[in-house]
């Protein structure tokens, strides 16, 4: 089991930039992935940039050359640094630590922190 918490939403005018960092608990190491997802009101999860444990990353069409997430298996935290931010980016935003096992994974979330860009 591991504990996430969110932290460093709030409110920035359009073309502003925000830091978001999420502490585990425990280790992140043996998490195949960890995640940032975001969810607009009224509209689905989705799935905004992943770093995995080999050091890869990958974004959204919607965020890239905006956003940067960041890994440190040491500190046990996972940041997303958001540039150039859009009304559209508005949204609650939620860490995820991912472990698979063949077909079969493992999520842990954090509760999230609220975005909101003012246009």
């Known amino acids: 089991q591991v504990q996430l918490v969110e932290s460093g939403g709030g409110l920035v005018q359009a073309g502003g930039s925000l830091r978001l960092s999420c502490a585990a608990s425990?280790?992140?190491?043996?998490?195949?992935?960890m995640n940032w997802y975001r969810q607009a009101a009224g509209k689905q999860r989705e799935l905004v940039a992943t770093?995995?444990?080999?050091?890869?990353?990958n974004y959204a069409d919607s965020v890239k050359g905006r956003f940067t997430i960041s890994r440190d298996n040491v500190k046990n935290t996972v940041s997303l640094q958001m540039y150039s931010l859009k009304a559209e980016d508005t949204a609650v935003y939620y860490c995820?630590?991912?472990?698979?096992?063949?077909?079969?994974?493992?999520?842990?979330w954090g509760q999230g922190t609220q975005v909101t860009v003012s246009s």
């Open positions: 995820n630590a991912r472990r698979r096992d063949g077909l079969r994974y493992s999520d842990y």
């Open positions: 770093a995995t444990s080999s050091g890869s990353t």
């Open positions: 425990g280790s992140i190491n043996s998490f195949n992935e």
